[in-house]
């Protein structure tokens, strides 16, 4: 649980999960002082006219009684009230739901009974609700009734849950348990005390998410008394703040489930590793690992540290989700092919394989360095990449119509070939494209607001392409060892513009602009503006074969 000592920190979201009845709110609360009032929950406007709110009352020298809990709904320019007997106790944590089932249906839970029930009508403007907090509401006038407590487990369903079902989930009851399908939003709020509370509802991993946005800094205590445990006949894994590893000597099959980990979560086998229509969640590091083959399909993969998917062989991924807050990284000592996926990473982004990767209709994002390594091959088809890095090939690089984009240097490098058909490529920093044997650019828009390079060692041959160069740095090259060939081109450079070839420079209907100088032509090979690399020797060198940032070595021996 993360706890707050009445300041102004909090937690906020701007797309609520819900907006109108039927929904339920339930979580847990560790109050340190009642000494005032505390906003616990917050569905509704910016201005404080439509809401719901669950609040910590205060005597304060008044018949209420410290630490009971109220509801709150304003609509109309009015408001009713539904406040169970009960109070909650400093030191003790309690459970809280509240229940809209429909506008003149509202109920309040303490500890999963003590039900306290209001039928007047009310019904707050479903279209102005565009905000949720936890910890305390936050107005447009600035942050009202910070919580003096910790929270967790809080979550929202879009359906009214039965007595039975809010008493399980008083119980200890994970959330997960209770009628997953209509889970719409689950913020457990353990782990560190700063950081962003994620939204790890099953839904919201393969599709809308609810990130809670922290600020300020908060406090962090123990978890509230959930049940952790793991029969075989359920589909929904808990591991616990301790983590767990799941270890086959063979082959591990997972269909549809879910399983979750506040620590580290490790599946490993001897021989494949299969999942398909499964979602992990992890606040720690999340490894799937095999000795043979990991495959995914249509699953949704969540950590909030490192996320590390290895094979031995081969890693298939279909149309999955993976997310990490830390770096995530994909090895395999065969062949990687992803297709229609979705890959982010908060920190470095890594995929690596010694003979081919192939990447169809996939979406790669990285907020570090974005690295794509193969001793074979690397085929982008329908791809879109974005990184503040490098992406890196090793043997030869073959583009379909892929976007990749860099806020740093942005380099392409093959010790054989690139082949660019129908792509985009844009960097804010330096743009460089090298091949060892030829590199070909069909329709193909290269954009670098610093220097924009294109060397091939044999060949250049560009199609229809568009290259330029704004930036401050000073030239835009295109250097080939034997021939460069321009078919319909454009070529514009803020700075010098060269063109270098050993043997000739063929240009068919091209239109050439600098606002620098054309350089004479080089004296023989190798003397390049900006030198090519030698294969082999990249900016950044690739991993080849064992040289794994963690290196598979066999079942068990991660």
Not at 27 to 44: F, H
Not at 108 to 122: D, F, M, W
Not at 246 to 263: M, V
Not at 498 to 518: C, F, K, N, R, W
Request: proline share 6%.
């Amino acid at each position: 649980m993360r706890s707050n000592t009445g300041s102004s920190a909090n937690w906020f979201a701007g797309s609520p999960p819900v907006t109108a009845a039927p929904f339920t709110v339930a979580g847990w609360v560790n109050l340190t002082s009642t000494a005032t009032i505390q906003d616990a929950w917050y569905l509704g406007d910016a201005g404080g006219s439509n809401y719901w709110v669950i609040y910590l009352n205060t005597n304060n020298g008044s018949s209420v009684s410290a630490g009971r809990v109220d509801v709150e709904i304003s609509a109309g320019g009015g408001t009713i009230e539904i406040s169970p007997t009960p109070t909650l106790s400093v030191g003790t944590p309690g459970h809280v739901a509240f229940v809209e089932a429909l506008s003149n249906d509202h109920r309040v839970y303490i500890n999963g009974g003590n039900v306290a029930t209001n039928n007047t009508t009310k019904t707050p403007t479903a279209g102005s609700i565009t905000q949720v907090n936890l910890g305390a509401f936050r107005a447009s006038g600035g942050t009202f009734g910070p919580i003096n407590a910790a929270l967790g487990y809080w979550c929202m369903w879009n359906v009214a849950l039965t007595d039975a079902e809010i008493a399980a989930l008083a119980a200890g009851v994970t959330p997960w348990r209770i009628r997953p399908a209509s889970l719409v939003a689950f913020w457990p709020m353990f782990g560190a005390a700063t950081g962003n509370a994620p939204d790890m509802h099953p839904q919201g991993l393969s599709g809308t998410q609810h990130l809670l946005t922290q600020n300020g800094t908060m406090g962090a205590t123990s978890d509230p008394p959930i049940r952790k445990f793991w029969p075989s006949y359920v589909s929904v894994f808990d591991l616990g703040s301790g983590g767990g590893g799941i270890g086959g000597a063979a082959s591990i099959t997972l269909g549809g489930c879910t399983i979750s980990s506040a620590g580290t979560l490790l599946i490993q086998a001897a021989e494949s590793t299969t999942l398909g229509a499964v979602s992990l969640n992890g606040t720690g590091t999340i490894h799937l690992q095999a000795a043979e083959s990991t495959t995914l399909a249509n699953c949704s993969i969540l950590s909030i540290g490192a996320l590390l998917v290895q094979a031995g062989s081969a890693v298939s991924i279909g149309p999955v989700s993976l997310f990490a807050a830390g770096s995530l990284t994909l090895q395999s000592a065969a062949s990687i092919d992803l297709d229609s996926c979705t890959i982010t990473s908060a920190g470095s982004l890594a995929i690596a394989g010694t003979l081919g990767i192939a990447l169809d209709a996939a979406t790669l994002t990285s907020a570090g360095l974005l690295a794509i390594q193969a001793a074979a091959s690397l085929t982008l088809d329908s791809c879109t990449l974005v990184s503040t890095g490098t992406p890196v090939g090793i043997a030869a690089i073959t583009l379909g119509p892929a976007t990749l984009t860099s806020a740093g240097d942005l380099v392409i490098q093959a010790a054989a070939t690139v082949g660019l058909d129908t792509a985009t490529l844009a960097s804010t920093g330096r743009l460089f494209v090298q091949a060892a044997v030829s590199v070909e650019l069909a329709p193909v828009s290269l954009t670098s607001v610093g220097q924009l390079v294109v060397q091939g060692l044999a060949t250049v041959l560009l199609g229809d392409a568009t290259l330029v160069s704004d930036g401050t740095l000073t030239s835009i090259g295109i250097g080939g060892n034997a021939t460069i060939q321009l078919a319909p081109a454009m070529l514009a450079a803020a700075g010098a513009l060269l063109i270098q070839a050993v043997a000739s420079v063929l240009l068919e209907p091209v239109t050439l602009i600098s606002a620098g100088d054309l350089p004479s032509p080089p004296i023989g090979p190798g003397d390049w503006s900006p030198s090519p690399t030698s294969p082999g020797t990249w900016s950044q060198s690739p991993n080849q074969g064992p040289g794994w940032s963690v290196t598979p070595s066999g079942a068990g021996s991660w």
